[in-house]
């Protein structure tokens, strides 16, 4: 994702520091990695969001914060990752989670018919929470890995092409200079 992009899309220090309600929190909440893009923040970024994505905890966004702040990631974009997992992906995202840790634990995957309910709750999922979490654990990591390390191969390839494109044009600008000191030193000579 190029840089700018991402300017665009976090909001700076110094407009974070004129909403007042966030004087609560104090200073630390203005830490220049929180709200820095670099290729560390930015990727560290996509790790934290993406594997608190998948698990399954209320509050993915407080958890993914507090995840941003300990490793100084960028804060926005670890918390708006943690939206891959909404109330439309969810129930798709969980259940492959499931049948990974199924899979993995080596137990029959059992249908199941989703109720958000508090005897779904205790019934259904004390009977499957094992491969269901196992499940959430390795998405977790696995996108959360890939995540890092797509966004790390981005960056180092975004900076190649900018240094071989700055090599070119200062290559260009040194050929340009040299055919116009040819030309001038033709232009002298009487010859």
Known sequence: M???????????????????SLRVLGDWI??????HINRYSSAMAFFVGLFVAFMPIPGQMIAAA??????????????????VTNPVTMPAIFFLAYKLGAMIIDVPVQPMQFELSFHWLSYRLSAIWQPFLLGCLLCGLFFGSLGYFVINVMWRMRVARMWRERKRRRQLAAKM???AAAAAESSRDPG
Do not use: D, F, H
């Open 2 to 20: 190029p840089k700018k992009t991402l300017k665009l899309i976090t909001p700076s220090v110094e407009r974070m520091r004129k909403i007042s």
């Open 30 to 35: 203005y830490a220049t990695n929180l709200w």
């Open 66 to 83: 507090a995840l941003a702040v300990m490793l100084r990631c960028n804060l926005p974009l670890a918390v708006g990752l943690v939206w």
């Open 177 to 179: 200079k040299a055919q």
